[in-house]
Structure formats: structure tokens, C-alpha cells
């Protein structure tokens, strides 16, 4: 992709240093990540930072992980 191209409020979302949010904003946003991700959405457009943030946090990389298998056991019932 030519970054050139895009427009600049786009390129500040996806810029290079990725806004990483806060744990607050991260459980905010959770439920609706996990939506996403299980849609088959681009969920890391639509939350930038989230993906980040449960990288370098185990506590919300856990809670994402308990609520994705949670969220995958109610769609198949
Ligand atoms: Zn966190």
C-alpha cells in the first residue's frame, strides 16, 4: 500500500506509532472487539490500539480471551 495515498486523518489512525489504549478504554471496548473479531470484521481498524494493548497486558489479554469463548459458546447454542 502507498501510504501517500491514504488520507491523513486515516494515516494519524493507522500511524506508525500506534495509539495503544488504557486498560479502562480496553474493557470499554471488549465486548465489542469480540463481536467484531467473531463476525469476521477487521476488529483491529475499528478499535485501533485494542490488539496492541493486549499484547503487552495479560490481565486484559485473559479477560479478551474468556469473553471470545464465552461469545463462541453463545453463537453455536
Ligand atoms: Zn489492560
Redesign the pocket.
Known amino acids: 500500500m502507498n501510504s501517500r495515498d491514504l488520507d491523513p486523518a486515516l494515516l494519524r489512525l493507522l500511524g506508525t506509532d500506534e495509539p495503544e489504549i488504557?486498560?479502562d478504554e480496553?474493557?470499554a471496548q471488549l465486548d465489542r472487539y469480540v463481536e467484531l473479531e467473531l463476525s469476521g470484521a477487521p476488529a483491529d481498524t475499528h478499535i485501533p490500539g485494542l490488539r496492541a494493548?493486549?499484547v503487552g497486558?495479560p490481565?486484559?489479554a485473559e479477560e479478551h480471551e474468556s469473553l471470545r469463548a464465552l461469545l463462541e459458546l453463545d453463537s453455536v447454542s
Open positions: 488504557d486498560c480496553c474493557f494493548h493486549l497486558c490481565a486484559c
